[in-house]
C-alpha cells in the first residue's frame, strides 16, 4: 500500500489545527531556516523544526519532499547553502559526521554500511569513538599495554552485551557480507549504540526488512526511547510513523508543512493534498 493509499481523506476535519515547533520546550536538535541548494535546485528550502529529548519523532513526506537531504545536512554529510542546526543547545551547521558522533547526534543509512570482510563482532568493537588502543604508540608503550588491554576488554564486553541486545550474538564471528538485509540493519543499530549516542537519525531503517526483523528492530528502538535516547526517523510506512512517533513532521517542497501527533497529522488536509496530489 502507497502512502497516499494509507491516509485516509474521510478523517479530514472542516478546520485546520497546525502545531508548529514552538509546542516543543525541551528540543534536543533544531533546525532553523535551513536551505540546500544544489546548482540551480533548491532541494530544502527553508525547514523549521524542533525535536524533543527523549522523542520518537517522525519525519515523513512524498517522494522529493527534501527529508533526505535534510537529514543529510543535520549530519554533515551535506554543508547547508543556509539555516542553523543547533544540537543540544550548540551550533552544529555544517560540522564533519565524525564530529558529530563525538557529540552524540549518530545516524544510520537507508543502505547498511558494514564492513563486509569484518566479523559482526569486528564491526561492533570498531565504533566506540576514542579507543585507547587506536595510537599505535599507545599499543606499545611499556606503560600503556594494560591500559589499552583493559580498554580492549571492556570494548569486548559491550559488544557482546550490545549483540545480545539486537538478538544477533549468534552471527558474532560470520563475516557481516554474509547478513541479510534485516540483520545489517539490525548490525548498524549495534554499532550506533556503540557509540553512546545521544540522538540517532534513522533514515528508512525498515527498508528491506522482514516482517519478523522489523517488528525486532522496532522494538529494541522503542525500548531505547524509553530509557531515553532520542529518535528522528524517516520512513514510508506510514502505520509505523502513526503507531511509533509521539510527534510528526511532514515535509513538502523543501519546508515544513505541518506537525503534530498522529491523529492531528492524520487529519490536516495539507497534508492530504501534498499525499494525494493536490495544489497545497
Not at 93 to 121: K, N
Amino acid at each position: 500500500m502507497s502512502d497516499a493509499e494509507r491516509v485516509d481523506p474521510a478523517a479530514a476535519p472542516d478546520t485546520e489545527t497546525p502545531t508548529t515547533s514552538a509546542a516543543i520546550d525541551a528540543p534536543l536538535l533544531e533546525v532553523e531556516g535551513l536551505r540546500k541548494e544544489f546548482g540551480g535546485v533548491t532541494a530544502v528550502d527553508g525547514a523549521d523544526f524542533r525535536v524533543a529529548k527523549g522523542s520518537f519523532t517522525g519525519l515523513i513526506g512524498p517522494n522529493g519532499a527534501g527529508k533526505s537531504t535534510t537529514f543529510n545536512c543535520i549530519t554533515g554529510i551535506h554543508e547547508p547553502t543556509a539555516g542553523t542546526v543547533r544540537f543540544d543547545g550548540g551550533d552544529v551547521t555544517g560540522l564533519p559526521p565524525y564530529t558529530l558522533a563525538e557529540r552524540g547526534l549518530v545516524r544510520t543509512f537507508q543502505i547498511a554500511r558494514e564492513l563486509s570482510e569484518m566479523t559482526v563482532l569486528e564491526n561492533v568493537m570498531l565504533a566506540p569513538p576514542g579507543q585507547v588502543g587506536e595510537s599505535a604508540v599507545r599499543a606499545v608503550l611499556p606503560g600503556l599495554r594494560d591500559r589499552v588491554q583493559r580498554d580492549e576488554r571492556a570494548v569486548l564486553e559491550d559488544a557482546w552485551e550490545t549483540l545480545e541486545f539486537f538478538e544477533i550474538d549468534h552471527l558474532a564471528h560470520e563475516n557481516a557480507g554474509t547478513l541479510s538485509g534485516g540483520q545489517r540493519k539490525l548490525l548498524e543499530m549495534a554499532r550506533v549504540l556503540m557509540t553512546d549516542p545521544e540522538m540517532v537519525l534513522l533514515d528508512e531503517p525498515l527498508a528491506g526488512v522482514n516482517p519478523t526483523l522489523e517488528e525486532k528492530l522496532l522494538d529494541r528502538i522503542d525500548e531505547l526511547r524509553r530509557e531515553g535516547l532520542t529518535f528522528l526517523l524517516v520512513e514510508h510506512d506510514m502505520d509505523v510513523i502513526m503507531e511509533h512517533c509521539e510527534h510528526i513532521i511532514v515535509m513538502h517542497q523543501g519546508s515544513v508543512l505541518a506537525e503534530g501527533d498522529a491523529e492531528t497529522i492524520r487529519n490536516d488536509e495539507r497534508v492530504l493534498d501534498a499525499y494525494l496530489g493536490g495544489d497545497v
